[in-house]
């Protein structure tokens, strides 16, 4: 494909390339319909190239035939750059002028979670933990702080997960930090495993997966740049939507936020550091919703659709204000009876006529909040009579969570109009007594029915709303904890899956070792102890593989004079020969007699140290 067709597809390519976007979607679970076109058709043509395919058609052939190519195109879209520190300058600003203050105004017994979006290869994750630990100190961040590190790119979270380095990858860490928070290993250097524990590594696909929630500090670097304008707006509402009211957002140098500034303010914006617009919890899942996101998980649609409507259906008029002093719901009853709308939803309470007429309910709110006991108004007056309704009696309730947090209060107007009428019109009667007895009696049954059916009605509605709400609670601890776990018992998985692979690797090895020597094979330690012997050294001496591990090299009764081979054995062990060897008169397992040729040289570690010797043992001449 020339350069000039990179730039401009035909309408056949077009639909070729689309085709293409869904096989691999389909078949590979990697969704890049969210991506720049431009960009992507770019990538993509490159590795075209470089495997000698003329079309978008012939690369899908290839695909379906080389599964081995879907790695290498990958690699190739997925451009995995990062690095310790990168864009120092925003790091240390981060370190010096924001984590601070963020971790200040947390409570000391309060969690940290901290979530790196499009981590690669993990350099991002470990650098959170590293500005961390030098504020807080190793132990507090061990007990405190949770990093998530996500990718779309499994091979990369591997890389991450192992924690493994190279000095070249080291080259922008200060000295001091790479000696505090790296330990050698071999010629490379792992990530210390007390604050690696702090660290958790999941696939997770921004555009379409369900965001981690509750983060106090949300690292996305140079990932929206990537996504168009439609899905980068539907990523930064699921980002407002993980982030905690005083949370932080770090960007990279590449990605500006000038058009989403009702989600978050610039903090510093040469170092990409914003902070988030606190929002309602109305106005928050309408951003979420006019961002093509997803329902929240903590609470479906449906069921808090059918709250709505539960709400609605009560004929009490009702207002909810939330703590934090705006009006949260308004249904139908208190909307038809004080001219409210839904556009007042979210709005200052206070400044609503419906906060002092028909009585003055900002000081009762006020009162209320502070005591969190429920207050009765009672007999209030209704000038506006057209309805029949003259008099309400106020019901003002606090809401809290099962935790006892107040997250706002319920102010329900209950139409005790009729009472009121009841009660005048049996100061006239008194008048007439004998004339009003019938009347009276069934005014009194209507009264006692009326009573009946309004505490059923504001009963129902008490448990319906502590039910909801209860249930509301028990999602969201369910859904943090599930997903905590899951996180955690991937990691482990995934370690645990590692090591038994690698221990698999390394046993089947050393067995192939032992089956391929021709000749018998003594491994001992220093304190001449039998570590290994092998099949062939069962076969000439007679004592079998079971029994040989742990004794003594030189105690053994076998047809070879080991007390000849002690002097040989010290000279190695004490590294003043690196290889011996002697011709012994030995004597077979099953008596006959030959001549043993044995080679001694030493067993040495990758830190050059003599752990033992190896007696290589093969009959001389052969």
Not at 281 to 291: A, K, M, Q, T
Not at 397 to 409: C, E, I, R, T, Y
Not at 420 to 436: I, P
Request: negative net charge; proline residues 4%.
């Amino acid at each position: 494909m020339t350069e000039e067709a990179e730039e401009t597809l035909t309408s056949v390519e077009r639909e070729d390339f689309e085709e293409l976007l869904e096989y691999l979607k389909r078949n590979r679970g990697f969704d890049f319909t969210g991506y720049k076109r431009a960009s992507l058709v770019r990538r993509v043509t490159a590795r075209m190239r470089s495997v000698g395919a003329e079309s978008f058609r012939e690369y899908l052939d290839l695909l379906q035939v080389d599964p081995g190519e879907f790695t290498a195109l990958f690699d190739n879209i997925l451009i995995n750059v990062t690095a310790f520190f990168r864009d120092a300058p925003a790091w240390e600003f981060l370190r010096s002028d924001v984590l601070p203050g963020l971790l200040a105004a947390k409570d000391p017994s309060e969690p940290i979670r901290v979530w790196s979006a499009g981590c690669a290869t993990g350099e991002e994750a470990y650098t959170l933990a590293i500005a961390l630990a030098e504020i807080l100190g190793v132990d507090e961040t061990r007990q405190r702080v949770k990093i998530y590190g996500t990718d779309v790119d499994e091979a990369a979270l591997t890389v991450a997960r192992h924690a493994t380095y190279s000095p070249k990858a080291l080259a922008g860490v200060p000295e001091r930090l790479v000696e505090t928070y790296f330990e050698r290993f071999g010629a490379n250097f792992i990530f210390r495993k007390d604050l690696r524990r702090t660290v958790i590594f999941g696939r997770h696909d921004l555009v379409h997966a369900a965001p981690i929630s509750h983060i106090d500090l949300l690292v996305c670097r140079n990932t929206l740049m990537y996504l168009n304008s439609e899905t980068q707006a539907r990523v930064l509402a699921r980002l407002h939507f993980a982030v905690e009211d005083g949370g932080i957002l770090f960007l990279g140098k590449a990605e500006m936020l000038l058009s989403h500034g009702s989600l978050f303010a610039p903090i510093d914006l040469k170092r990409r550091i914003f902070a988030k617009v606190p929002k309602g919890v109305r106005e928050r899942l309408s951003v979420i919703n006019d961002g093509g996101g997803y329902e929240p998980l903590e609470y479906p649609l449906s069921y808090r659709r059918a709250r709505e409507i539960a709400v609605d259906a009560v004929p009490s008029p009702m207002v909810v204000v939330h703590s934090t002093g705006a009006v949260a719901m308004v249904n139908a009853a208190a909307r038809r009876q004080f001219g409210l709308s839904g556009r007042d939803v979210g709005r200052p309470f206070q400044d609503l006529e419906i906060s002092y007429r028909p009585a003055e309910l900002r000081s009762a709110l006020e009162q209320v909040v502070k005591e969190q006991r429920p207050l009765l108004l009672e007999q209030i007056s209704w000038a506006d009579g057209s309805d029949g309704i003259d008099c309400f009696d106020i019901h003002v309730v606090p809401l809290a969570d099962a935790g006892g947090v107040a997250v706002g209060v319920a102010v329900t107007f209950i139409d005790v109009s009729l009472p009121r009428r009841l009660h005048e019109a049996l100061e006239h009667s008194n008048r007439d007594l004998e004339t009003a007895y019938e009347e009276l009696q069934s005014t009194n049954e209507e009264l006692e029915t009326t009573n009946e059916e309004l505490q059923s009605t504001i009963e129902e509605l008490e448990t319906t709303n502590e039910e909801l709400q209860s249930t509301n609670e028990e999602l969201e601890t369910m859904n943090a904890e599930l997903q905590s776990t899951n996180e955690e018992l991937q990691t482990i998985n995934d370690e645990l899956r590692m090591r038994t692979g690698e221990l698999d690797e390394a046993n089947d090895f050393l067995e192939s070792l032992l089956i391929s020597q021709a000749g018998g094979l003594v491994v001992i330690d220093r304190e001449l102890r039998i570590s290994v012997w092998n099949d062939r050294s069962a076969e000439l001496w007679g004592l079998r593989i079971e029994e040989a591990p742990g004794q003594h090299f030189l105690n053994i009764d076998i047809g070879l004079p080991v007390e000849e081979l002690r002097p040989l054995i010290r000279a190695v062990l004490a590294g003043d020969s690196e290889r011996e060897t002697v011709d012994l008169e030995a004597t077979h397992r099953r008596g006959r007699e030959f001549r043993c040729r044995i080679v001694v040289p030493p067993l040495i570690n990758r830190a050059r140290q003599i752990r033992g010797v190896i007696l290589l043992m093969e009959e001389a001449g052969s």
